[in-house]
């Protein structure tokens, strides 16, 4: 079964600080897609990042950067230097290889404070 | 913006009552998702559609029902409603029927449905 675990619900920092939002997920798939998405308080569903199972490699895109390990089953989110509009709750979601339904944790609601 | 867009925004009804909430997919997207975030369920799959046909299922109750026009806008009805149908209903699409490698579901704005 698939399923997506994000313990931490809720984080708050101050900005300039560095956070590490972590994302565990279970799957019997040996090909499948890992995404995260930010809802910001205005309530859409931005699209974040995606990453293929077979591809490994981290990724830093600008304050952003991923961490994906197979072996540890976790698919963790840093922000460098947070800003107040990192504000949000960020999610993480898991795909298979042949159905586009996502499933998706529960959601990390992360605070930025001035 | 994603380039998905659903209408009304928001939406207040009574229990019992029936309601319409409408999604047109991005320009070029054949997928068509129906999802729904409560606080107590988190963000749940509804139905998805792939080019005018169900492709899979989820957690839809049967007073839901879903389709796709052959213009690939959506439609989800939502009948009898209940106190626990208040949510966000979000549509997302995405180009093919999601088994490419490259698909990624884009999600609109969300319609925040109030039952009281």
């Known amino acids: 079964a698939q399923k997506v675990t994000q313990a931490q619900t809720e984080i708050s920092v101050v900005e300039k600080e560095d956070v590490t939002l972590d994302c565990v997920y279970e799957t019997r798939d040996t090909t499948y897609y890992l995404f995260w998405y930010k809802q910001p308080p205005s309530g859409e569903l931005v699209f974040l990042i995606r990453?293929?199972?077979?591809?490994?490699q981290n990724e830093i895109s600008g304050r952003y950067s991923w961490n994906f390990q197979k072996s540890t089953s976790s698919f963790n989110f840093t922000i460098t230097a947070s800003q107040v509009v990192d504000s949000a709750v960020y999610f993480c979601?898991?795909?298979?290889?042949?159905?586009?339904?996502?499933?998706f944790g529960r959601g990390t609601q992360l605070t930025v404070w001035p | 913006d994603s380039g998905v867009t659903q209408t009304p925004k928001h939406l207040i009804t009574a229990t019992g009552q029936r309601v319409t909430l409408r999604c047109s997919p991005r320009s070029g997207d054949l997928s068509v998702y129906w999802y729904q975030q409560s606080l107590d369920q988190g963000l749940q799959f509804l139905i998805q559609?792939?080019?005018?046909?169900?492709?899979a299922k989820g957690n839809i109750l049967e007073r839901f029902s879903a389709q796709q026009f052959p213009d690939l806008h959506s439609e989800l009805n939502l009948s009898s409603l209940e106190l626990g149908d208040s949510a966000l209903y979000f549509c997302a699409s995405s180009v093919g029927p999601a088994v490419l490698a490259g698909e990624v579901p884009f999600f609109g704005p969300g319609t925040r449905l109030t039952v009281l």
């Open positions: 979601a898991q795909r298979g290889s042949t159905l586009g339904r996502l499933y």
């Open positions: 990453r293929n199972s077979f591809d490994e």
């Open positions: 559609y792939y080019n005018g046909e169900e492709r």
